[in-house]
């Protein structure tokens, strides 16, 4: 199978697979494989919240596939094969655990709200949490005896998520922490790779600042998408900043949502 050279079909004669509150998935070029399509829509709060915000699923896009070729590069399996285009990229098709991983550093968000502990405190080790990927059950947290008691994963998938969580919780750590930006927390999905008889869990989705909070280690500003949750502003701009400083965008390139260019020309 040659994931290097895929045909490429313009988005609107594509087969939809699945629509999520920021990405589409279409059907791939080679059997086993999908495109995802990063929307330019913002969303909180179970999409309670909504926004569109112009070249923000450009810049996902770009800091998610640097972040999953690094994963690959190091060893961790990943869905992520290539970047397609500004806003596309070419995925290996997975049957997706429904489960959120949430790995935190330090107390921010729900965690400081329901234990009343001071935004921004450092926590004694990192804490992994899981989360019932259900938007009509606001995606309530959940215990490792839920997980396997309801089969959404077994003993040793968890064992094989939690390794996965701790490695890529590692990896973000200090590839961060080397451009002046303090890891708060983040949000990982997994699958499950299908490979002949065998599977395997790997990372899936995206890892972006829509999933992870990601503060200026002198300033504390925040640089993630709890910009837009709050009302700051200022969230293409920020986003923009991660990506600058991890040498994904030149200083000048200036991201723009609009234009079919985006999603119908290779780079």
């Known amino acids: 199978m040659d994931f290097l050279k895929p045909r490429y ?8 697979i699945y629509e999520g509150k920021a990405k589409v998935l279409y059907e791939g070029p080679e059997p086993g494989t999908l495109i995802q399509h990063f929307k330019d829509d913002a969303t909180a709060f179970n999409a309670k919240k909504h926004e569109v915000i112009d070249g923000k699923g450009v810049l996902n896009n770009r800091i ?6 690094n994963l690959n590069d190091i060893g961790v399996p990943t869905h992520f094969i290539r970047r397609l285009n500004m806003r596309e990229q070419l995925i290996r098709e ?3 655990i429904p489960l959120e991983v949430v790995v935190r550093n330090v107390a921010a968000g729900s965690l400081a709200q329901k234990l009343g502990i001071e935004e921004g405190t450092q926590l004694p ?3 992994i949490e899981f989360y019932y990927k259900n938007d009509a059950l ?3 947290m959940v215990s490792e005896e839920h997980v396997t008691a309801f089969g959404w994963a077994s003993p040793q998938e968890i064992d094989d998520i939690m ?12 590839l961060f ?3 002046g930006i303090r890891l708060v927390d983040f949000k990982m999905e997994t699958g499950r790779l299908w490979e002949n008889d065998t599977v395997r869990i790997v990372v899936a989705d995206e890892i972006s600042p ?8 002198k300033s504390n500003d925040k640089l993630d998408k709890d910009r837009f949750r709050r009302d700051m502003g200022g969230l293409v701009e920020a986003y923009s900043e991660v990506a600058r400083r991890l040498g994904i965008l030149p200083e000048s390139e200036v991201p723009n949502g609009r234009g079919p260019v985006l999603v119908t020309s290779k780079d």
């Open 125 to 127: 080790r990192s804490i």
């Open 210 to 217: 829509d999933s992870c909070r990601l503060w200026d280690i």
């Open 163 to 174: 390794a996965l969580a701790i490695r890529v919780n590692d990896f973000l750590s200090g």
């Open 138 to 140: 606001n995606d309530p």
């Open 94 to 96: 997975v049957e997706i």
């Open 64 to 69: 998610s596939e640097f972040v999953f070729q």
């Open 177 to 179: 922490l080397g451009v």
């Open 9 to 16: 079909t313009p988005m609107n004669r594509r087969r939809r």
